[in-house]
């Protein structure tokens, strides 16, 4: 009779422990600034955000646009209304930036073939605009950034200063409310990228003056690691604009035979769930030349890029299950 009771005592204890646990793993907050379109690596980073948030690890705050060719705003609700998300804020840059649309044509394939209530670009706010809503609303040191795409918005969000969100300016915003950046941008520890370089005065303006830890996951991460296949070949899953874009654009390429490069998914994977598991950080700060080529100084300080420490097979697996999970209602 004692060690029964002793044992329902310690069962007990055990439950409310775990229960404590659960609730202090809170989903991470999310803002999500892609280039969606000129890759379709996004659409598989958009795919697995959602997914996690599905799974309660992420919560997504907004969808920014760092593009701004038309449609590109459509292309984003289509995501987010595909995974019964479909009022998340949309933002996307109206005054100077980069207009590059996909070549294969997906962009136009899944506007033709998806619900989505957002039509055109004129019907979503700028960026900037939904970034400091958004920040002020949260609480303090609680959001992460996520960049899978070209630094204009964050650039164009430094430069701003009060008004009717928040009385701060938009660093003293950022360093308020955002606790880290995750940045897929540049070649480490040196070299020449495609989000660094095409808008490469708001690249070096941003990551040189941006207020809170960032870590950077590189060229050198996503090269190595190939999805999207086993997506494409999976009969049970219909109805999906992932499947589509990836089933459109694998094709087109013979380096895409075994998957595409998986620079994007590789970012939002660490901004929710961490690096440790995956990789080790190298710390320092990143130079960024008129150019757009990139260096590390070794010297600085709160900025890390990413190490390998798991194989990229593991991390293909990882990728591609989430990339094939079904949303959930």
């Not at 289509?78 to 207009?99: E, L, M, Q, S």
């Not at 075994?258 to 901004?271: I, N, Y």
Request: aromatic letters at 8%; one cysteine or more; a neutral charge.
């Amino acid at each position: 009779m004692f060690y029964r009771l002793l044992f329902s005592v310690f069962f007990l204890l055990l439950t409310v422990h775990l229960t404590a646990q659960q609730h202090t793993n809170k989903p991470v907050s999310i803002i999500f600034d892609s280039d969606i379109g000129p890759d379709y690596d996004d659409t598989g980073a958009i795919t697995i955000l959602h997914a996690m948030a599905d799974n309660g690890e992420a919560k997504i705050l907004a969808t920014v646009a760092s593009n701004q060719y038309e449609g590109i705003a459509s292309v984003l609700n289509i995501f987010n209304t595909h995974f019964n998300r479909p009022g998340i804020p949309i933002g996307v840059p109206k005054g100077k930036a980069v207009n590059m649309k996909d070549t294969q044509h997906w962009t136009d394939t899944i506007r033709m073939n998806y619900p989505h209530k957002i039509k055109f670009n004129n019907e979503v706010p700028d960026a900037v605009e939904v970034y400091r809503k958004v920040l002020a609303a949260q609480p303090d040191h609680s959001v992460t950034i996520v960049t899978v795409g070209f630094l204009t918005n964050l650039t164009n969000l430094l430069k701003t200063t009060s008004d009717g969100f928040s009385p701060l300016s938009g660093k003293a915003l950022i360093k308020k409310k955002v606790k880290l950046l995750v940045s897929m941008a540049g070649i480490y520890p040196s070299g020449k990228e495609f989000n660094i370089i095409e808008d490469a005065a708001s690249s070096k303006e941003a990551l040189e003056n941006w207020p809170t830890t960032i870590i950077f996951s590189g060229f050198e991460i996503g090269v190595k690691i190939k999805t999207g296949l086993p997506l494409v070949q999976n009969k049970e899953i219909h109805n999906s604009p992932t499947k589509d874009v990836f089933r459109i654009c694998l094709p087109m390429s013979p380096q895409d035979a075994t998957g595409r490069m998986s620079w994007d998914e590789t970012a939002v994977l660490v901004a929710v769930r961490g690096y440790q598991s995956y990789y080790t950080l190298h710390e320092g700060k990143i130079k960024v030349a008129t150019d757009g080529i990139n260096s590390w100084d070794d010297n600085g300080k709160g900025q890390f890029y990413l190490v390998e420490k798991e194989l990229p097979k593991k991390m293909e697996d990882i990728i591609n299950h989430l990339m094939m999970q079904q949303p959930k209602n």
